[in-house]
């Protein structure tokens, strides 16, 4: 999460910033070294219950504020307000039951992503994949540390999880404050940050560093795997995130690609149609070189539709940084190789979509408070999941859809959050202090007109 908020900052806040970026995270990780230990001994002076209760009041606004519907960032931020609610009452109980619990399930959590980062990083052979398979050895040893109840049978369950988390993000941003010290002046943060640049240099030319004025939004379009195939054989999840089948065996993946009118389109596909039978189809899952292929772009979306059809589903932003996205795809489309799982189509739209929403969240005069405020984000951390799951396995046309409508939620002026509960309070009790006045009740027809142009004031078009 530290690397999307660095970038959705930009490149001037970090580069002038970058020495309290280093104090806050060496803070953080001795905090977090400090927990831990205070653990092992079984007496422990960090405030369990208050951390309890804190957990309980974030899954309340979670689960109040979250609106309904079957999108995936709505999903994902439910779970998360179940899953914090459930954590949160664990925590406060007092009982030795609660404990044990909470170590069973931190542990098979634990458990659980270590095995799919291992299974992932074996299977991909991503860029980093030793370090991730690594990781996921050290969470497999996390976990047994969990599921045993030496040396405090289980009393010290949440300082060992909290200290571990506060002590392992603490380190992530003073290595990336530390990193971003190097910054060149003319750099773009989307390039330097990136796991592949598309070019050895992440210097921007002077005429490209500031934003021009974009001609129309930028959209992202999609076509689902299951959108794109006929006769579908119904898989749930994975026809969704990976890939789709259709009555003869034939395998859809989908595709993924970026408009910003008038001149520029990304869409990276293969010159020669990839053999996606089942029998193959586990070969070509590796990210290595040896299952690159020449590629080709297509040259805009009314021919790539025509010839194919219309996408599934379009995110449209209205405010995004054209010159990053002009200095992006001049230095990506140097060079053409494709490969399904480590440079396709979906990769290359997602670090198009980062290096557009460079500088997004960045306001003047801010300093800290712009820090804070995206770190308690609630849709950048959904975004920060699906962003880790595809650099774990790869971007998929699903994830890249995800990807995009959360982070739309996410550089809206108030997100859905503590702000949007505040407000719906004080509407609320606006109309209570009104009924109790007895003031005149307008007819339903004013109010009706009056909601409907609330509503459309400053509404923005639903992806």
Not at 96 to 104: E, P, R, Y
């Amino acid at each position: 999460m530290i690397r999307l908020i660095l970038l959705l900052l930009g490149h001037d806040f970090i580069r002038r910033r970058w020495p309290m970026l280093a104090v806050v995270g060496l803070v953080w990780t001795v905090l977090g070294a400090a927990i831990f230990i205070d653990a092992l001994d079984g007496v422990m002076y960090f405030p369990i219950h208050v951390f309890g209760y804190l957990l309980l009041i974030e899954a309340v606004v979670t689960l109040i504020v979250t609106p309904t519907g079957a999108d995936t960032r709505i999903v994902l931020r439910k779970a998360r307000g179940v899953v914090f609610l459930l954590l949160g009452l664990l925590v406060v109980d007092a009982h030795h039951a609660a404990s044990v619990i909470l170590a069973m399930m931190f542990g098979l959590a634990f458990l659980a992503d270590g095995i799919f980062r291992m299974a992932a990083a074996a299977v991909v052979r991503f860029v980093g994949w030793r370090l991730s398979f690594l990781t996921g050895l050290l969470e497999l040893g996390f976990a047994i540390f969990m599921f045993e109840p030496y040396p405090t049978f289980y009393a010290g369950t949440v300082p060992y999880c909290i200290g571990m988390g506060i002590f392992l993000s603490g380190c992530g941003l003073l290595r990336q404050a530390f990193r971003l010290k190097r910054l060149p002046q003319h750099a773009a943060a989307s390039l330097w940050l990136s796991r592949d640049p598309g070019g050895d240099s992440a210097v921007l030319p002077v005429e490209e560093e500031g934003a021009f004025e974009p001609v129309g939004d930028l959209i992202v379009h999609v076509w689902t795997p299951t959108g794109s195939a006929e006769d579908v054989v119904p898989q749930p999840i994975v026809d969704r995130y990976i890939a789709a089948v259709d009555s003869k065996g034939v395998i859809s993946t989908g595709h993924a690609a970026m408009e910003a009118p008038p001149d520029i389109y990304i869409s990276h596909y293969p010159k020669v149609e990839i053999d996606r039978s089942q029998t193959d189809f586990a070969r070509i899952l590796r990210a290595s070189a040896d299952n690159d292929v020449p590629g080709r772009f297509q040259p805009s979306y009314a021919i790539e539709s025509a010839g194919w059809c219309d996408s599934t589903a379009q995110v449209h932003f209205e405010h995004y940084n054209r010159g990053r996205l002009v200095a992006f795809w001049r230095r990506y489309r140097v060079n053409e190789i494709y490969n399904l799982t480590n440079r396709n189509c979906s990769s290359t739209v997602a670090y198009a979509l980062e290096a557009a929403l460079e500088g997004s969240l960045a306001e003047p005069g801010l300093g800290l408070r712009a820090l804070l405020r995206a770190m308690f984000n609630p849709e950048l951390w959904v975004a920060a999941q699906l962003q880790r799951r595809a650099e774990a396995m790869a971007w998929t046309p699903g994830l890249v859809l995800d990807y995009a409508r959360t982070l739309r939620a996410a550089i809206q002026p108030t997100p859905l959050g503590w702000s949007t509960l505040f407000a719906q309070s004080s509407r609320f009790w606006r109309y209570a202090r009104m009924v109790q006045r007895r003031e005149p009740m307008r007819n339903i027809e004013t109010i009706r007109d009056e909601v409907s142009r609330r509503k459309t004031r400053g509404a923005k078009p639903h992806p």
